[in-house]
């Protein structure tokens, strides 16, 4: 059942405070706003020495020697490690995520411009990057493999010469869907289209930059790490599989940390230096990267290079749809993905359409270039999946001259399908796409910018409407098919209800901005009847926190917001029972309202949770067989990922002499399922949108032919401002999942995924009097200037 | 955080403290005001100066706008905020609160100054393409109390390179006003506040309906911001017509150097030229008529 509600765009109902969802304020906020959060940068330890790394200034070269004597001898130095040492301890490569291995310091050779070679670690971090620049290393350069389209080229150099026997730049291949049917179904189509379309390679570019602060204690072997993570646990585990210390001995700590969006889920070589100098030092060693670190360095995003084709009939019912990809992975594969989906859940490029076959054929290649593949609000490669699907189904309307809503209404899968198996093998929870689509519309004017569209046409000026609607699959995942090396991906959640009635809960998951402390308050408040303001949210730390996976991928809702609903639930049933002692009526005789039981036909008499709470930790008896305290823990496994989908429309303006794109106006219809708090699913859809912006206008890391990455500051990596972006339209239906506990589907990241379709969409409308058909981000006035004349240009 | 190599800072209580401190310590020492260029340089290690000379305290003498009868000057330490703000610049040349409004951010604003601009000296400075229009002269201070007034043609000798020697500093800009003007600032930009990929500044003079004098001023466009006299040229004794201004941002266009970057193609930036041109002509030109 899906239910439409208009736009809500009042806060009146802010400072009621609801018991359970509603809007509220946001209960990390005080400290934010006052300055008073605490990042990684702020942990100060007695004694504190700082690490730099060394850089490669190139991105592929043999390393001849490295002469450390003058750097050692430099003023506060403590101590200089390059990779040969670390080999000696066995440290030098490690894990990547995907179970490829990555140098932690380069022993061999550099692989990409701005691999960590070796570190300083020095009295204060003016002194440790001094002495950077005294440390000599003599590099024999070698030609760099920057184009992925020439990496399988016979005769290209060989980066991965440290994986035994490997002679060439493949990755992985890797297929999804039917071959053959998809191709007797393409053979059949009357209309055929076919386009080439690339996802640039972004940067997340959070505002805090990755680091930590590494305290080893060598006398009682425990090591304890602040550190930029979105998965705590995650890491502790890996951290104890490859440092050697028992995973008991590691504390990991993510204190508030400033935004993620997937950078903060790998493990990079300068988390393990700080715990390498910490231990070889004796001393607490803080690492923090600075901008330019960040933006060459750490985990990218996109960078797939796709064919897309789609096949229909004429009258526009969409039959198939098949691509051909070749992903660039960087110099070791580093990509976040539960194991078995090496291009995380691309499969899903069959969009919102109910269709009779599919097909992807995948090929992943080196290149010197950073590693990474995951990141940046990306819900495991959806981002691109969405973008493809979307893009190509706007090719097609082109081609048989349909207005693009109409195609899209007309090829949705519908309501009574789902549970929805796609012809990838996902199963789409719940949906129900139309008035999600038609709300959009409705808001947008739809019929109305088209004869406006027409009428500036016709005088000359560049207008454009661009839609995408996207389905997105988050919430990884079920533990029978989904782990990140080895651990599954299911989370855990304990609740403890003190006896005055508030209460403290537990999460795995680890917000970098999302508003976990409030949004999880409201599901237990919801669950058992204590005020949010009475609950406390704790993460982030793995001695006071159960294990779990964190968060990226939109799954701290879908998956440990189910934990929190359940293990509260689990809660309130112990309650129930102690109630029934209270009241001294069966269970069965109790009926359970916001915060109380009463007993049934007789309101009157009832008992709070709190009074539930005080006599369970109380002196008094209670029923037989029941425990003391109140307090529960679970661990959740999700039975299927979720669903949340949407409609977007954008609506941009071209100045036809200078070819600069203004976004006039951006109307976003989310269905993320059951909302907890609208203002921050408005906020976390606010974000993503802007992200689009920067994705879709601006932003791409590239690199010339040396492999120089040429985004390596905030000067040549744009990312959006308040002035390039309009005042957000945002709207929203309710379809719930059926299978989560509250119905809740996640946000985080639909923003992002289904706004850069939106606005390429909308840049192609709009110079459709040019004949333009497709045109590859990120479309600055210089690229869509290409377009007008017909020369538009993959972003290399 | 990036951090700079160590280097030894002293804050001028005087303009000829400054020069006097340059004088003593040469081509290691560095002025700085607004510090938004130096600064990055530095903590990117790009530069590397074994001395930093604070003017900052020096705004009362060198932060300034004096209207007189034939010039305006303007001190080497106005910021650009001021600038922005500027009544009286605004009358006269609306060029400036044009470009300042699409220089940086209102932070960078603050703090930056039009001395600092210019002498960084970069092609895509914005305030250097405004002061090229606008034919301005700087003033460029030595020991002594030795004076001397450039053009901007002779201030720029390059990309990054001024005729500031190192024991000099620019200490005030004039700008010469004449009747019968009007002016305008075109700047395309991949984004708010960043570097031009091609700026145009225009300044006409009409007299009795007809183009006394013109000029214009392109950013980006080659080693430094470009006077343009084949256009103030084309432009001399016309009638101020859409299709002069056509014209005119044709020659822009042929008489530029572009190269191709981030920012864009030459050929890009070579039709901006002309684009950003026109449009800035004809709105220094509807300005000067009325």
Redesign the interface.
Known sequence: MTTVHERVDTFHDNDQKPVGYGRMLRKEDPRFVRGRGRYVDDVQLPGMLHLAILRSPVAHARIVGIDTSAAEASPGVKAVVTGAMLAELNLAWMPTLSNDVQAVLATDKVRFQGQEVAFVVAEDRYAARDALELIDVEYDILDPVVDARRALEPGAPVIRDDLEGKTDNHCFDWETGDEAATEAVFARADVVVTEDIVYPRVHPAPMETCGAVADFDAVDGRLRLWSTTQAPHAHRTLYAIVAGIPEHKIQVIAPDIGGGFGNKVPIYPGYVCAIVGSIVTGKPVKWMEDRSENLISTGFARDYIMRGEIAATRDGRILAIRTNVLADHGAFNGTAAPVKYPAGFFGVFTGSYDIEAAYCKMTAVYTNKAPGGVAYACSFRITEAVYLVERIVDCLADELGMDPAELRLKNFIQPEQFPYTTKTGWVYDSGDYEPTMRLAMEMAGYAELRREQEEKRARGELMGIGIAFFTEAVGAGPRKNMDILGLGMADGCELRVHPTGKAVVRLSVQSQGQGHETTFAQIVAEEIGIPPADIDVVHGDTDNTPFGLGTYGSRSTPVSGAAAALVARKVRDKARIIASGMLEVSVADLEWSKGAFHVTGDPGKSVTIQDIALRAHGAGDLPEGVEGGLEAQICYNPSNLTYPHGAYICVVDVDPGTAQVTVRRFIAVDDCGTRINPMIIEGQVHGGLTDGVGMALMEMIAFDEDGNCLGASMMDYLIPTALEVPDWETGFTVTPSPHHPIGAKGVGESATVGSPPAIVNAVVDALKPFGVRHADMPLTPSRVWDAMRGHAQPPI | ???P??FEYERATSVDHAIGLLERLGSTARLIAGGHSLL?MMK??LANFDYLIDINDLHADLGYIRPGRDEIRIGALTRHRELLESAELATAFPIFAEAERVIA?PVVRNRGTLGGSLCQADPSEDLSAVCTTLDASCVIRGPGGTERVVSMEEFHVGPYETAVGDAEMLVEVRLPVRPGGGSAYEK?E??????A?VSAGAAVWLDGGVISDARVGLAAVGPNTTGMPEVSAALRGQEPTESLFERAGAVAAASCDPVTD????AD??R??AA??TK?ALRRAAERARS
Do not use: N
């Open positions: 955080m990036q951090v190599a160590p990055p990117l290690r951010d395309v991949r984004r708010a506040g960043d570097w990929v981030q920012r864009g193609s890009y930036k039709h901006l684009e950003l449009r």
